[in-house]
């Protein structure tokens, strides 16, 4: 009988990493002046300690992302040498960001050459160069020695640009001139926390006289022209988060905004610095572009939430250790919780667009057939397990509902501590006593665990915080998280018209939302974007990706089903024609009452404490356009 198959031994683990200086300087030069073709060119100088195998990685994991992002498959070209000989490389056998060279004796350093074969098209990935602008993100272009903590690898970074163009960076400058640009020697965790935006067309706006500044990069120049009005609320912005965490946590910060079509669009936080990519009319449409606005804000207010403050398990102490954060709710529910309330004390929101955007994540959640069967918690694993690809039922699979939902409960953590302190106290005070700093903390993370919540909270209002958390977190629900909605004085309904966040966000996105009616979004050339789980264009079998070519017997356009919509009464069917693939299908999908579009109303003599919470608290607030 032949021998049934034996697993070989595993190969050897990354080693421990030790909290200790790594033997020298690693010196990186970065050529980004190839914008044509999106290549960055790296030459990097490694010293060792002495010969034998050394170990580098690309950095995978990473803090702001919460999961491995690493684009190691557009790292190539990559070679190595000593004393002008090579040397020969090998990929670890199952941590494909790894390397092992063999390092002779005598040799002090060793030379890494490689390219970033950054995306020419957004299949590719996200795509960081255009002829005009750059995003460059410096875990792309670092190799660096495994077995010590991030902060232990300093690191020299030198960049060429391309002649004529502008940069910002919250990277500290020792010199620059027009060939290269020389930074400070930092710490890698630094270095990787600190990315740049560059480009031809170029503007900074200083939001206040202590090193906070709106770094704006467009296609093209007359999209700078931002007015004094529309640069007022982020000012604001900044005004209303010292007001509301105290002291900041960095010694300056460099919000990175580029403003275009032509490179990929991003929201990620940094110590010192933020990214965020939008689109290009931004402030040449400051009308029609507001519900872009909360980007601003959610990246600022994670200087205090997300990097200062971090829960244990979402800090690790180099870039190829697993981070598992079980505490995003806290991270990304709270912050985007306070972002909807800056927006709104800062003017960049009007109270109204705030409270339509709660109203759209409330009927989210009302909605949301995924929560019958996945827990909350379970979500904060969603950044590794589907990396925000595309799926084919989000309201059942559920995406990264922490953000959301964790807003919604952190609402109901603020009204229920108003409600019990007499309205004496608010989560704001929760937000001052978690997450503020001093002086001596500078861009320094400081972790926390379930029970520093708890605790901090129960100082502010005597009540079972822990169980109240367990049930939001782990348990699965029919409905939606609203008893903070209530206890704020609203409460949730639908109407047959939208918000006017509603129609400027289908202005922006090209994509018409019926799903709290028929249950589907469809796009302008009839892509069906969505199907949400159990409704009734999902009890016809219609799917995300099918295309709807008629309705009614009509030629399909998203005016024409809306006119559908409104025709068919309480009870009615609609006739839509369906392709799939070479596949047509006709079929009738029930109108179970025209219109749904979700609002929140008062409720009749209870106390508006939303409207408190959204209410400015410096002096003078900015008007919001």
């Known amino acids: 009988m032949t021998d049934l198959p034996q697993p070989l031994s595993q190969p050897s683990p990354m080693p421990e990493p030790e909290d200790a200086e790594y033997c020298g300087t690693l010196r990186v030069y970065v050529d980004a002046s190839d914008v044509l073709r999106r290549i960055f060119h790296v030459h990097e100088i490694i010293p060792v300690a002495g010969s034998g195998v050394l170990t580098v990685l690309l950095p995978k994991w990473l803090p702001g992302y919460h999961a491995p992002q690493a684009p190691i498959e557009l790292l190539a070209g990559l070679q190595f040498e000593a004393s002008g000989k090579p040397l020969h490389w090998v990929r670890h056998p199952t941590e494909v ?57 300093s690191v020299e970074a030198r960049l060429t640009l391309p002649e004529g163009w502008l940069f910002a960076t919250a990277l500290p400058i020792a010199d620059a001139n027009s060939k290269m640009i020389r930074f400070e020697t930092v710490g890698l965790d630094e270095l990787v926390d600190s990315p740049l935006m560059a480009g031809r067309h170029y503007r900074c706006f200083k939001l206040d006289d202590q090193g906070v500044a709106l770094n704006v990069f467009a296609d093209e120049a007359y999209q700078l022209e931002a007015t004094e009005d529309q640069i007022a609320p982020h000012r604001a912005v900044v005004e209303e988060a010292d007001l509301l965490f105290g002291p900041r946590p960095f010694d300056r910060f460099e919000a990175l905004l580029a403003l275009s079509d032509e490179i990929g669009s991003i929201e990620v936080e940094h ?62 529910g709270q912050t985007q919780y306070w972002d909807r309330v800056l927006s709104a004390r800062s003017g960049l929101w009007t109270p109204d667009h705030a409270l339509a955007a709660l109203a759209d994540t409330a009927a989210t959640h009302d909605m949301q057939a995924g929560s019958r069967w996945r827990p909350m918690s379970d979500t904060t694993k969603d950044p590794i ?50 997450f503020g700093t001093d002086a ?32 939001k977190l782990h348990n699965t629900r029919a409905d939606a998280p609203l008893a903070g909605l209530e206890r704020g004085g609203y409460r949730l309904v639908y109407r047959d018209q939208p918000t006017d966040l509603w129609r400027a966000r289908e202005k922006l996105s090209g994509v018409t939302s019926f799903i709290f009616s028929l249950g589907l979004s469809v796009s302008t050339d009839g892509k069906v974007q969505e199907v949400r789980w159990g409704s009734p264009a999902f009890d016809t079998a219609l799917t995300s990706g099918a295309k709807l070519i008629g309705v009614d017997g009509q030629a399909f ?64 607030g900015g008007a919001a356009g």
């Open 97 to 153: 960001h790894a390397f092992r060279i063999d390092v002779p004796d005598e040799v002090k350093q060793i030379e890494a050459r490689f390219q970033f074969l950054s995306p020419t098209d957004s299949s590719q990935g996200r795509v960081v160069v255009s002829p005009d602008l750059l995003n460059l993100e410096w875990n792309c272009m670092v190799l660096y020695p495994a077995g010590f903590f991030s902060r232990g690898i």
């Open 440 to 471: 001596t903390q500078d861009a320094v993370t400081i972790t926390y665990k379930f029970d520093d919540v708890v605790r901090t909270l129960t100082g502010l209002a005597d009540f079972d915080w822990a169980d109240f958390f367990i049930d």
């Open 271 to 332: 110590h010192r610095s933020c990214e965020i990519a939008s689109i290009p009319g931004y402030f040449a449409d400051w009308e029609g572009s507001f519900p872009r606005r909360d980007s601003f804000p959610h990246e600022y207010i994670h200087g205090w939430n997300g990097k200062h403050r971090r829960g244990a398990d979402s800090w690790a102490p180099c870039f190829y250790q697993p981070i598992r954060n079980s505490l995003m709710w806290v991270y990304e």
């Open 557 to 620: 356009s998203p005016d024409a089903l809306a006119r559908a919509i409104s025709n068919a009464g309480e009870g009615g069917e609609i006739r839509l024609l369906t392709q799939v693939g070479k596949h047509q299908r006709e079929i009738m999908v029930e109108c179970p009452g025209g219109h749904k579009y979700p609002h929140v109303e008062p409720i009749s003599g209870a106390r508006r404490r939303l409207d408190e919470i959204l209410a400015p608290k410096r002096k003078k």
């Open 385 to 434: 397990i589907a990396a925000r690809s595309p799926l084919p039922w989000p309201s059942w699979q559920r995406s990264e509902d922490y953000y959301t939902e964790g807003a919604l409960v952190w609402l109901d953590v603020d009204t229920r501590i108003r409600e019990m302190s007499g309205d004496t106290r608010s989560l704001d005070d929760f937000a001052r006593l978690f």
